[in-house]
Nanobody
Framework: HVNLEEWGGGSVQAGGSLTLSCEAS????????MAWFRQRASDVGREKVG????????DTDIDSSVKGRFIFSRDNDILTLQMNSLQIEDTAMYYC???????????????WGEGTQVTVFS
């Protein structure tokens, strides 16, 4: 069993920054990969923002819309997402996920946090 606790969401003016963090506890086998997904109000499903494997410095599957603005980092089982130059289009519920492998699609992840809201206003 894996528990994922997220924090750091909130409201920020466009151009500003927010940092999201997610801490995993439980079966370390299933937290080898940690990822952030997001779901906008108009979305049907969850979009992958990016992910990281434990003990690797390279992030994976960074969405093109956030490249150069969002920075992933991981310290053991805490995944941090530094979001800079936020845009109104980044407004979404952000979810932390964990799994053995960094799959691209949300449906392959068995472990999810409850989500944290990010709202960017003009």
């Amino acid at each position: 069993h894996v528990n994922l606790e997220e924090w750091g969401g909130g409201s920020v003016q466009a151009g500003g920054s927010l940092t999201l963090s997610c801490e995993a506890s439980g079966d370390s086998h299933d937290t080898r990969c940690m990822a952030w997904f997001r779901q906008r109000a108009s979305d049907v499903g969850r979009e992958k923002v990016g992910s990281m494997y434990r003990n690797e410095e390279r992030d994976t599957d960074i969405d093109s819309s956030v490249k150069g603005r969002f920075i992933f980092s991981r310290d053991n089982d805490i995944l941090t997402l530094q979001m800079n130059s936020l845009q109104i289009e980044d407004t979404a519920m952000y979810y932390c996920a964990a799994e053995w492998s960094c799959y691209y699609q949300a449906e392959y992840y068995r472990n999810w946090g409850e989500g944290t809201q990010v709202t960017v206003f003009s």
